[in-house]
């Protein structure tokens, strides 16, 4: 791998005992780190091999590295269980409470998640300043043309019921009233792009626990040989 | 696979596709399960019909049914999640995300376009220069006559529109990142292109702002039947209604692997127009998608339409020759 590879987040080799120091406050957002105790009388190999089958995914490229496996998808699978994570590195552990599968699983959508309240506030900005750039244009327009739209003003015209619907019991349509028909004219509002937002704002909120309870319950299920 | 013969067509040779409203699942469980997904379509429609025609002029307008529209799909999207059509088609929490990028897009950048070249620029020309005296004699019709006029031109329009698309190769480049779904759930309908939704959303959406009830009730049409296309749901459809209207049975064979399948159910809302004119398949399949099932990232969706254009222009003029065809016409 050359040197220039390696400046980037997503090139680097990912290492679960060996978090990138520079990016250590903030990879929290892309990146899950955790373990899951292996059951007793299970060896390295066998837990491994226990968990491989999660791996096998279209799209997925993995291979067993000393005590672990590496992996990166491609396109993951809507269904793939690790489809939210392209790329991860799992290994055996001996530690002091008894054998753990580590792992360390980088995802660039929870990041992408992260990044869309901000890309929707641009927008909601940008759609203020395009009404502010609509407006201006109106008002030179409507000063340049004066009087000339007074004669142009025209009555709207009213609406009837058809004899049918006035039996059935149809609301009649209204008159509009004075002035209601420019406030009628639907206002560029920022208001769309603030709610999602809100939601996208929300929505990783909820991936960012749902998804690594997700994968510790899958590779739980199958150290202990489930499913 | 050998397929089935349906007209002067192979469904089903490339990948599978179940031919025949015969063949398909029933709603399996208890009674009460069983009435409420055969009934739940009919009943909301009628309901949505009921209530636009006979609601007071201050609660028949845009914000009520931009309300009603989000109430209802999160309704459907319980629904989903307590009676899946497939459970290779359950939303994950990676699939709502992509999907309301989407149907976000929608709200705020394509809104923005819209008032300058989409269906707000148009819509404001017709509220500028025509004359709606003009058009007494339709707004004298009876309220359903209208709502059901608007609902079947318009998407007769839809229905040429999209079987453009499938058969002419530049509209096919911004249609094709949509028919990379793998799976149907019910905000699928936004994922695609943004040409292509600004293409398809040359629609009736500005119109909402200055309209009579006719149009309301026109929205009827698309919320409790259009909306349906990409459910994850299974539902005993009545048989009038899959005669009349679009299903997730008839998107599904739509948008299944199999080449020919593709090839029809073009129609938003009525499946008739499809029956009409020779392109309706009844039936449904579950392995949707193209190259396999690929699925498509949304920076390629994003970039799929101009990438492939460069890409066939520069096989054409003759320096990329060498280069494989990734975008297969019409598919």
Redesign the interface.
Known sequence: MSGTAIASPWTQPVSPEKPRVNLRFIDWIWTVRDEVPVPEGLSTAEALERVAPVLDE??TQYQRDGEGLRYTKG?????DPL??FEKGSLRVEDTAGGMVLRYRLVSR?ML??FI?PLV?VG??Q??LA?AEY?KAQAEAKEKAEGAKKDEKK?D??V????P??KF????A??KPKDGE?KS???K?SAT??YV?AG??AF?YL??RF??PWLVRRTFRRKLAGEG | MAGVRVGNRIIGADAPVTVGWENLPKVEGGAFKRAFFTWFQPVTFFGFLLFW?????EW?VASTGIAIGIVFKLVLLGLEWVNPRHR?W?L??????TD??Y??LG???L??VD?FIGS?AIIGMVQNNF???KV?WF?????LLQAFLISFIFDFGQYWMHRGMHNWYPLWLTHAPHHYI??LNINKGAVGNPVELFLIGLGIG?FF??L??AFLLAGTFGLAVSTYQHINTRFNTPRWWRFLFNTTEHHSVHHSQDYEATRSNYAGTWIVIDRMFGTCVDGEAELLGME???????REVMHYPFTEAWKTIKAKLGRGASMPETAVPAE
């Open positions: 279209p799209d396109s993951p699978a809507a269904q489809s939210v959508f992408f998640c869309l929707f927008f909601g940008l759609t395009v609509q025209k709207e015209p609406l009837t019921l058809n049918v619907d059935l019991g149809a609301p349509p209204e028909s009628r004219k639907r560029p769309a792009a999602f939601i996208f929505l909820v991936g749902l998804e | 025609y006979y609601a007071p002029n028949a290779s359950q994950t929490w990676k699939e709502l995300v309301l990028f149907v976000g709200y705020t950048v809104r923005i008032q707000d004359d709606l005296a007494a707004t004298g019709l009876p309220l793998t799976q500005g702002d200055f009579p009830r396999g099932g690929r699925r498509m990232h949304i």
